[in-house]
Each structure stands twice: as C-alpha cells, then as structure tokens.
C-alpha cells in the first residue's frame, strides 16, 4: 500500500559538521531501536542506503550502487536476515 515506518532519522555525513544529530524511536522490549540507531550512525558517518547513487553534496562520495538492497545489511531499508548485524562493503 506504499505505507512505510520511520524509525530514525539522521543528517547524512552530518558527524564531524554543526548538523551532528540523529533521533530513533523505539518501541518498549523490541530492540528494534538498536538496529535503527547504528542505521543512522551510519548515515551520519556518510553511508548512503545499500543500492542508492553517490550523495552529490560530500565530495567524492562512493555510493553504494554494487551493495543491493536486497542484500539486507544495516543501511538496507530490510532487515530479517542475519546481515542486519554487519555493514555491508559500501558502508565500511
């Protein structure tokens, strides 16, 4: 239905600059925070979504067009396989 759940949100590549904030929600005995809260560490640090293009406002920005989504690393907007708990190549 095209619905979607916003668990987090972070500025990307936002660490080291004046927009250094991120914000998770978490729902009670789920843990589900967890996952959502180094999902925006890494958007902060400058990882993009596994499968998307190169962010144009970081210089020299890779990508992560060769990890696919489906992959389901931490920054893959899926996550019920065992690859939630690593980062895939694109994010490192």
Same mark, same amino acid.
């Given at each position: 239905d095209g619905s979607y759940y916003l668990l987090g949100y972070a500025? &990307? !590549?936002?660490?080291?600059?004046?927009?250094?904030?991120?914000?998770?929600e978490d729902s009670p005995r789920s843990f589900r925070g967890t996952f959502s809260f180094v999902h925006?560490?890494?958007?902060? &640090? !400058?990882s993009v979504h596994?499968?998307?293009?190169?962010?144009?406002?970081?210089?020299?920005?890779?990508?992560?067009?060769?990890?696919?989504?489906?992959?389901?690393?931490i920054m893959s907007s899926i996550s019920t396989s065992h690859n939630r708990h690593h980062f895939s190549k694109c994010s490192s």
């Open positions: 500025f &990307l !590549g936002g660490a080291c600059s004046s927009m250094n904030v991120g914000m998770v925006e560490v890494g958007h902060m &640090l !400058g596994d499968g998307d293009q190169a962010d144009t406002e970081i210089k020299d920005h890779p990508g992560a067009l060769s990890c696919p989504e489906s992959d389901e690393y």
